[in-house]
């Protein structure tokens, strides 16, 4: 597979253009999706693509799962504790070729725990926009354990298993703008 041809240089993430969302299983039986609104990053493209970084920090404080009440808890001594950590960061570690994509490796930090996490990673290609800025458009998605995060919250159902699934799946859609030199 040949690297992609993307201008080298500091793109800095648009969040108005991205999505940080995130998807854990509700009772066993359905999905309860939500993401951040307010990130910001920066992605560095090298000569050699494959020797590329990137660097976001998320504010935990904008989680949004459309239900006031559940996102109170979330920003909690039980989920998140936002009062003692408010950002979530990514920083990467490495990129690779992998199959028809490429996998981004990084370390990712929640409540002051840093584990290293890689997620397959897409690139959707380069385009001019209306203000004569340049665009790079990345999809990414990756699947963590909350519990290996600290955030270990648990109720148990009658019959077993819990309300809330350890396993968080993590989907990135990212519009980045190439800054002027």
């Known amino acids: ?51 590329s970084s990137v660097q976001v920090e998320v504010d935990l404080n904008s989680i949004n ?23 979530m960061t990514f920083a990467s570690t490495g990129v690779s070729a992998d199959g028809n994509g490429y996998k981004l490796t990084g370390d990712l930090t929640i409540k002051g725990v840093t584990k ?6 897409e690139f959707n290609g380069v385009h001019g926009d209306p203000w004569g800025g340049t665009r790079a458009g990345f999809s990414a998605e990756t699947e963590i354990s909350r519990k290996d995060f600290g955030v270990d919250f648990e ?11 350890d396993k968080i799946k993590v989907v990135l859609e990212v519009e980045a703008v190439l800054q002027a030199a």
């Open 1 to 51: 597979m040949s690297t992609p041809e993307i201008p080298t240089g500091t793109w800095s993430i648009d969040a108005s253009h991205s999505e940080v969302g995130f998807t854990v299983r509700h009772l066993m039986v359905s999905k309860v999706r939500g993401n951040f609104e307010t990130f910001q990053g920066t992605i560095n493209i090298a000569e050699n693509p494959l020797e």
């Open 155 to 165: 109720i148990p159902m009658d019959g077993g298993g819990v309300v809330v699934g």
């Open 116 to 121: 290293s996490v890689d997620l397959d990673l």
């Open 65 to 87: 799962t459309r239900d006031v009440q559940r996102d109170g808890h979330l920003r909690s001594a039980d989920f998140f504790e936002v009062d003692k950590n408010p950002k």
